[in-house]
């Protein structure tokens, strides 16, 4: 499978159409940007209607999170993957009033799921690569091995999303005390101190 980059050509054009409709420049905020970029994707202009949006939920627990840097158990990472299973939560009522079909995969959620039934426990965990996380600041979140695996399941799932139809592809993450790794990647990444990438957090304060 290969991914093309936006189209700069078609982007101008998109970019060139959207001008000369009869709005004020920027009226349409965001959508207009969007618009913009869905004809650079597509390489069309105007861009086809996106009618299959997939959402794919990874859902893990982070072993920093039983060290205090959330308002939240680590518990709830489970809870809120049979939330996500039962159609419950609010991501659910936003993709099914947009018609947006979701799935969940449990990468590393710290447990197993003994109360679902096996064929939706199959489904869920097919990608599973370990229960928890290593705690970041006292040892490797993952081996060099299962990193490769996760990114290698990562890339898995887009083909299959792919391959059943996806126009746009969505991803989303569940495990509390996820915020605490990502500003730690960004850190790393970019170069930056802890104190530009760490914000509040969910339910924490300035202290």
Known sequence: MTIQTPDDDVRRAAAERLGALATPPGALGRLGELAVWVAACQGEVPPRPVENV????????????????????PAITGAMVRTFLGGRAGVSALAKAHGVQVRVLDLGVDEEFPDLDATTRAALTQHKIRRGSGAIHLEDALTAEETT???????????????????????????????????????????????????RGTGIGDE
């Open 149 to 199: 695996a996760a990114l290698e399941a990562g890339a898995a799932v887009a083909r299959e999303e792919i391959a059943a139809g996806a126009q746009l592809l969505i991803s989303g993450d569940m495990g509390i005390g996820n915020t605490t790794p990502a500003a730690a990647m960004v850190a790393a990444g970019l170069g930056l101190p802890a104190s530009e990438v760490t914000g």
């Open 54 to 73: 997939r959402l794919v939920i990874f859902a893990g627990d982070h072993g920093v999170a039983q060290h205090g840097v959330s308002a939240f158990p």
